[in-house]
T-cell receptor, first 115, second 113 residues
Framework: QKEVEQDPGPLSVPEGAIVSLNCTYSNSAFQYFMWYRQYSRKGPELLMYTYSSGNKEDGRFTAQVDKSSKYISLFIRDSQPSDSATYLCAMPPSYSGGSNYKLTFGKGTLLTVNP | DGGITQSPKYLFRKEGQNVTLSCEQNLNHDAMYWYRQDPGQGLRLIYYSQIVNDFQKGDIAEGYSVSREKKESFPLTVTSAQKNPTAFYLC????????????FGSGTQLSVL
């Protein structure tokens, strides 16, 4: 089983729709969760991050974590054409004295918002 | 403005040639990373460096080399031993290796002639 699974899409929605993007993970040691947005041929930019279970809201974006189900979501309200991008979830390792310092990324979901 | 600068944006490699991708950051970050991105495969870690004069292999280091002589610079050389170099290469940095937030440069697209 892969550590992080993310549906690659593509996902196409009309402008104004509510978008739900999801990742599942297998490592219960993950304590911190991030979402990156990547426009075509650009570097990923950190969009949202959250430490704990529950919701975190930032404007039209809401990040949700369900640790009991090992499931994280990113919701986009009132989606805009400018939201068209690839969205990647990412999780850092648990720093318990180990030497593995790399983030674990999902493969990304390609989202297109049509005007 | 603080950030991570990658150059060039596009690079072409002839067979048997080594090429070097530049990555410079003015964020005063200790840790720097190189990732390779292929369609449908997500981000794969090539090398990372925790501090100056130190670097560690990632998951796909074969055919690549790096150096970290200065805190702000972490160049990546794609050697002739890398048989499938065509990809989008991303440099990233963090305040320290144990900090969670990773920041990326704008990437270099490498193609083989």
């Amino acid at each position: 089983q892969k550590e992080v699974e993310q549906d690659p899409g593509p996902l196409s929605v009309p402008e104004g729709a509510i978008v739900s993007l999801n990742c599942t993970y297998s490592n219960s040691a993950f304590q911190y969760f991030m979402w990156y947005r990547q426009y075509s041929r650009k570097g990923p930019e950190l969009l949202m991050y959250t430490y704990s279970s529950g919701n975190k809201e930032d404007g039209r974006f809401t990040a949700q974590v369900d640790k009991s189900s090992k499931y994280i979501s990113l919701f986009i309200r009132d989606s805009q054409p400018s939201d068209s991008a690839t969205y990647l979830c990412a999780m850092p390792p648990s720093y318990s004295g180990g030497s593995n310092y790399k983030l674990t990324f999902g493969k990304g979901t390609l989202l297109t918002v049509n005007p | 403005d603080g950030g991570i600068t990658q150059s060039p944006k596009y690079l072409f490699r002839k067979e048997g040639q080594n090429v070097t991708l530049s990555c410079e950051q003015n964020l005063n970050h200790d840790a720097m990373y190189w990732y390779r991105q292929d369609p449908g495969q997500g981000l794969r870690l090539i090398y990372y460096s925790q501090i100056v004069n130190d670097f560690q292999k990632g998951d796909i280091a074969e055919g690549y080399s790096v150096s970290r002589e200065k805190k702000e610079s972490f160049p990546l050389t794609v050697t002739s031993a890398q048989k499938n170099p065509t990809a989008f290469y991303l440099c990233a940095s963090k305040v320290t290796v144990t900090n969670e937030k990773l920041f990326f440069g704008s990437g270099t697209q490498l193609s083989v002639l």
